[in-house]
């Protein structure tokens, strides 16, 4: 699923407004750095302005423990809605945003389907919580323990008690262990669990 497709419509922004854009449209927005709440929450309390913030929900070892983390599902941007001559000045200048997405004198305009889908993916409540970050086959790094620092495969998982088998290389050799899934980090991006497919609608 991409977010900006050639196909897609652009807006020169020194062009005269279309009838078509008299109505309110969806843009893509670059928050300034580790201020992507802040820009929503302005974006929020503008008139005319509707704001999407997709996040996710996911457990992370820090320090040895498991912590809750909630992050935006595109770190660093969010999407807004607005008619795009009356309220671009007011978005692009509101707390927290770096950007409304150009490129050159075109922007882009996100489709409303693609909004949907992101919208369903994460529910109403705009937060989509990722149960488990290791999955079969992922790569993972070790953050503790006799084998800290060292990466492998994720060979079989252990739900129940919490536990991974990883296949690595150790000493020239490839060797099994299997340790608490509290030691290890997965290399794979979380994010790519939110648009896993039905398995009836995988290979299709």
């Not at 109505?23 to 201020?35: D, G, N, S």
């Not at 005319?48 to 809750?68: A, E, I, N, S, Y």
Request: glycine content about 6%.
């Amino acid at each position: 699923m991409s977010l900006f497709d050639a196909s897609q419509r652009v807006l020169p922004e020194d062009s005269p407004e279309p009838p078509l854009l008299a109505a309110p449209e969806w843009f893509c927005v670059h928050a300034q750095p580790k201020k992507v709440s802040i820009a929503a929450q302005s974006l929020r309390q503008l008139p005319g302005v509707d704001c999407f913030l997709p996040l996710l929900q996911f457990r992370r070892t820090r320090r040895q423990k498991p912590v809750l983390v909630t992050e935006p599902l595109f770190p660093g941007y969010l999407f807004a809605r607005f008619v795009f001559r009356q309220s671009l000045r007011a978005v692009y200048y509101s707390q927290g945003v770096s950007r409304v997405i150009h490129f050159g004198d075109h922007w882009p305009i996100i489709p409303d389907d693609i909004i949907a889908q992101l919208q369903q993916a994460v529910g109403e409540t705009g937060v989509k919580m990722v149960e488990s970050p290791i999955a079969l086959g992922d790569e993972v790094l070790i953050n503790s323990g006799p084998f800290q620092n060292l990466s492998g495969l994720v060979s079989r998982v252990y739900p129940g008690r919490m536990r991974i088998a990883i296949l690595m290389e150790f000493l020239g050799r490839q060797t099994m262990v299997e340790i608490p899934m509290s030691e290890v980090r997965s290399l794979r991006d979380v994010r790519q669990a939110v648009f896993v497919p039905p398995e009836n609608e995988r290979g299709n």
